[in-house]
Nanobody
């Protein structure tokens, strides 16, 4: 079973930065999708940033130029660097990874969520 553990959320003021991390553990053969989503109360979870093996990286228009997704394949870890944070970025952020486990079965794993609050 593949498990994801997130870290890095917290309370910051507008204009400040945060970096979220998400580390995968378990029997992993390969990962082909890394994504960060966010969700606020009463709204659906939305994709903020993603990177696909062989396809590239995509960002929601609301975060382009401010957020950067990156990954460390050797550590099965994905990061979300968030700069110039705005109050509207306040949300619970979830990481998501999809790939193949050690039994060559597909997996679709989610982190536990980490709260990011941007407020003065």
């Amino acid at each position: 079973q593949v498990q994801l553990v997130e870290s890095g959320g917290g309370l910051v003021q507008p204009g400040e930065s945060l970096r979220l991390s998400c580390a995968a553990s378990g029997s992993i053969f390969s990962i082909n999708f890394w994504g960060w989503y966010r969700q606020t109360p009463g709204k659906e979870r939305e994709l903020v940033a993603s990177t696909n093996r062989g396809i590239g990286t995509n960002y929601d228009n609301s975060v382009k130029g401010r957020f950067t997704i990156s990954r460390d394949s050797a550590r099965n870890t994905v990061y979300l660097q968030m700069n110039s944070l705005k109050p509207e970025d306040t949300a619970v952020y979830y990481c998501n990874m999809r790939g193949t486990n050690g039994n060559r079965a597909r997996f679709d794993a989610w982190g536990q969520g980490t709260l990011v609050t941007v407020s003065s």
